[in-house]
């Protein structure tokens, strides 16, 4: 599968930005779908994960209540909506897939990143 990430941006602390991923490929619901970041200087940090059908999904703590992933196997696309932006989310996100749930690293695909930056 190949991954397509978009959406990143600048934006104002307290604000919201939706990223989008799109994948390629017949089988995009076979996958579970997950997002990374990486804050310059820092290695890549697991963000949330989504299951193959969209019904469960778990998340980092520093994220929790705040970001929101999403799927629509329809249009083969992933999203992660962050809401109450902090400076310290400033990172390039990355979409990754991979056929097993539960993973908080070792996705199998990746796609490029798309930096978002949070203003004070």
């Known amino acids: 599968v190949q991954l397509q990430a978009s959406g990143g941006g600048l934006v104002q602390a307290g604000g919201s930005l939706r990223l989008s991923c799109a994948a390629s490929g017949r089988t995009f619901s076979s996958y579970v779908m997950a997002w990374f970041r990486q804050a310059p200087g820092g290695k890549r940090d697991f963000v949330g994960a989504?299951?193959?059908?969209?019904?469960?999904?778990y998340y980092a703590d520093s994220v929790k209540g705040r970001f929101t992933i999403s799927r629509d196997n329809a249009k083969n696309t992933v999203y992660l909506q962050m809401n109450s932006l902090k400076p310290e989310d400033t990172a390039v996100y990355y979409c990754?897939?991979?056929?097993?749930?539960?993973?908080?690293?070792?996705?199998?695909?990746w796609g490029q990143g798309t930096q978002v930056t949070v203003s004070s």
């Open positions: 990754a897939a991979d056929t097993r749930y539960g993973l908080r690293g070792g996705y199998g695909y």
């Open positions: 989504i299951s193959w059908n969209g019904e469960s999904t």
